[in-house]
Every structure is written in C-alpha cells, then in structure tokens.
C-alpha cells in the first residue's frame, strides 16, 4: 500500500500518523508539502491534525483551498482512500469532500483527554477490522469538534449508514454524558456517499502502538493494508 500524508503549515500530527502507517505498511510513508499540485501514486491519502495556518480564519478553511487540496479532492472522486483526522476532517468539510460542519465545543473549552467510540460501520475499509457496535479508547485534542448538519444531511447519513464512529460511554451508550463536545447525535466520524472518504475527530494514530498506553487505533491502520494492497 503506497500513502501519502499532507502537511500544511501549522500540521502537528503529520509524523504522528507517518509513523502509524508506517508501522502497519512497513513501507515509507510520503510525506507531501500543500504547495504541491500533482500527487505520486498513492493508495491512502491522510489529512492529518494540527491547526493548519493556525486556525486563523475558521478550522480547515484555508487549507481546504491550499493547492494540494484540488488533486486530493480529485482522487477521491476517482475512489482513492481518504483520511481526515481532526483538523484533517475539518478541511475535507470545508471542500466539500464530507458533509456537515465542525463547530467550536459546546463547552467553549479545548478538550484533550481519551473518549470511548462505538463503531457503527464496520463495513469500509477503514473499519473492517473493526466489529459493528465495538467501543474503543481513542484520544481527542480539538477546539472546533462539535458536528452539526441540517436535518436533512444528517437524515440521509443515516439512512445510507455513513456514520462511522459515535461518542458513547465505556459500556457503549450513546448518551449525552459520553459526549465531549457537543456533537449533534454523538457523532465522531462520517463517511462519503463512496464510503472511500473517512472524516474523524479523534486521533487513531496515538493509539496505534502499546508503547503509547493502547492499540485502539492500530486496527485502523491494519484494515487499510488488508484492503487496499
């Protein structure tokens, strides 16, 4: 599996998730400058974490119109793998590659602190090392986490089952309490229509090794071998 990690100025988790995939693949991990126009072949594209241009303007924004941004977005239109986690989802929001949008917490607080997540989709090839109602330990670090979509986005994302990941509580109830930021529905992560584009807030690739106190995150990136070798 050949991937590719974007990095924008202000990107902190970039190596982070260079490494994670790195440990799955066994393979180098291009790591791929937002001023480029043209993407080698790749197999998975990451949008890492971080605050691209420092969140200055609104979370994603102006990334979402950095160069890179035009190729990437045509990939995924052709069916290539996307990830987009925390920062990541919010630019891939702002281009319109998912719906909906990331808002400030409810709490008006940043937040950073493990969650528990209940799989809902186990059936993408993000998640299908996962089983569907499984809850996992993932850490948050984020600002603007709170997802809101009108009615009638959030209405069709569930009836084509593109909610990938709920807040929940360790015993798997999605209930308010288990809920950090505010998020409409409890939701964590959402999916495409082609289910080949992932958005997540919380952070897979900081527990993708035991080292790091857990390996929630790791079968993520195992799945993506699996599927797309």
């Not at 990690?5 to 790591?31: H, L, W, Y």
């Not at 119109?65 to 891939?92: D, T, W, Y």
């Not at 702002?94 to 997540?117: Q, W, Y």
């Not at 993408?124 to 089983?131: A, D, G, L, M």
Request: aromatic share 6%; charged share 20%; hydrophobic share 40%.
């Amino acid at each position: 599996m050949k991937a590719g990690v974007i990095v924008f100025p202000g990107s902190n988790c970039d190596r982070d998730v260079k490494v994670a995939v790195e440990q799955s693949t066994g393979r180098p991990c291009a790591m791929i400058w937002h001023r480029e126009t043209e993407l080698p072949a790749l197999d998975l594209i990451v949008v890492p974490g971080g605050f691209s241009y420092g969140d200055y303007l609104r979370s994603g924004a102006m990334a979402a119109h950095s160069p890179v941004m035009r190729e990437v977005k045509r990939r995924a239109e052709q069916g290539v793998a996307v990830l987009g986690i925390c920062n990541g989802f919010q630019v891939l929001t702002e281009t319109g590659l998912l719906p909906g949008v990331l808002m400030k917490n409810a709490s008006l607080k940043f937040i950073c602190r493990d969650v528990h997540l209940r799989v809902e989709a186990a059936d993408t090839v993000f998640t299908r090392h996962y089983q569907p109602g499984q809850v996992v330990r993932i850490p948050i670090a984020h600002n603007d986490g709170n997802y809101f979509a009108d009615s009638d986005t959030l209405a069709r994302l569930k009836d084509e089952d593109r909610v990938a990941f709920r807040y929940c509580e360790p015993s798997g109830a999605v209930t308010e309490a288990g809920n950090p930021n505010g998020s409409l529905d409890n939701i964590a992560g959402v999916l495409n229509a082609g289910r080949n584009v992932l958005g997540m807030m919380p952070h897979p690739e900081r527990l993708a090794d035991a080292l790091l106190g857990g390996i929630d995150g790791r079968p993520m990136f195992d799945g993506l071998v699996e599927a797309l070798v």
